[in-house]
């Protein structure tokens, strides 16, 4: 297993596998309504057999090359993620999304989390575009996306049925050489 530092806190990025279902399930438990504002995988992990589901289903598409799964953990402590729900690397595609409980909010882990798979996306696999949708009104995940230098390119109006609304879904993106500009000015 591999462990990505996120910097001198004790941040780790790390992949999120199905034996870790009770360690999920408790990490959800402390941030269920938080998280569940705008990530509807909590609502499907009440216990540890749906939360072993949830990892189990993100294990199946890392075989399969198409969605991938890690977590965030601050002192060796689950706090959040970062995923890619679909990764299309015949077409150079692909969507980030982001978790947080709200105890490890304010830190810039999902930041660096999120620049951390951002990088390898580009730089390992070769990606072409990575995406990111985010409600209007889920604030957090639009600043991180900013933060990121992604583009906004406009809303996909009432698209994402969650806990009964259907909300519009912002989206943004990087491409791979706007992302490459931007990470060799900021060594300058």
Known sequence: M???SLGDDG???RPLEPWHAEEFLAH???GREFINQYVPFGSKAT???GARTILQSFADRRAADTGFLHGLWLDDKLVGGVLFPL???EHGTCEMGVWLEPAAAGRGLVTRGARALIDWAFDERGMHRVEWQASPANEPSVNVARRLGMTREGVLRESFPHRG???DMEVWSVLAPEWREARA???K
């Open 87 to 89: 990764f299309d690397a």
């Open 2 to 4: 591999y462990a990505i």
């Open 28 to 30: 959800l438990d402390r």
């Open 165 to 167: 609304v259907r909300h």
């Open 47 to 49: 216990d540890v057999a």
């Open 11 to 13: 941040a780790e990025l």
């Open 185 to 187: 000015r900021a060594r």
